[in-house]
């Protein structure tokens, strides 16, 4: 009888005894609940990384096709005025110089421009944008245009269209 009144005063908060075991301080968190949180961000972020980076490397080709536009545009204004193409990926910024290069607003792609294969770059050019950094591993390795419109790629990907579609 005498150890049921010792263990029902344990039970009850140790209101009598002289020992501890019974309580906890409960403010902080447990290394279990610490590892669980760490173990789901983790999980988390195995499956999340190949696809953000995906996104990443579509988002800087988005950017080379939209710069290719753009220094076809300027080509064919250059060609207006002055009834010739220029080596220049710039060329309405006066005076226009030869071999001169433009980077994508993020500098994951470098385009230049010049001659079109068996042709003079008096009448026809093609603009090639080439990656760059981490832009190296996406699977269009280079974009290219030229004076017709006719688009091209390089790289893993089986047809130009998917490295040209949006």
């Not at 080509?75 to 002055?82: D, G, H, K, T």
């Not at 230049?112 to 770059?121: D, K």
Request: hydrophobic share 40%; proline share 3%; with cysteine.
């Amino acid at each position: 009888m005498r150890h049921l009144g010792l263990i029902l005063s344990l039970m009850a908060g140790n209101r009598g005894g002289s020992l501890n075991r019974g309580q906890h301080d409960s403010s902080g968190f447990s290394l279990i609940e610490i590892l669980t949180v760490l173990f789901i961000v983790a999980l988390l972020a195995v499956f999340a990384w190949p696809s953000y980076q995906a996104v990443v490397l579509d988002a800087g080709r988005a950017e080379a096709k939209a710069t290719l536009l753009g220094v076809t545009s300027e080509q064919e204004r250059y060609f207006s005025s002055f009834n010739r193409y220029v080596n220049d990926a710039s060329p309405l910024d006066a005076p226009a110089s030869a071999g001169r290069r433009k980077l994508t607003p993020s500098g994951r792609y470098s385009v230049a421009v010049e001659a079109c294969e068996g042709g003079s770059l008096a009448f026809c050019f093609v603009a090639t944008a080439t990656p760059l950094g981490s832009q190296v591993n996406d699977a269009c390795t280079s974009l290219s245009i030229d004076n017709t419109g006719r688009r091209s790629a390089t790289g893993s990907l089986s047809d130009t269209d998917d490295c040209w579609t949006y």
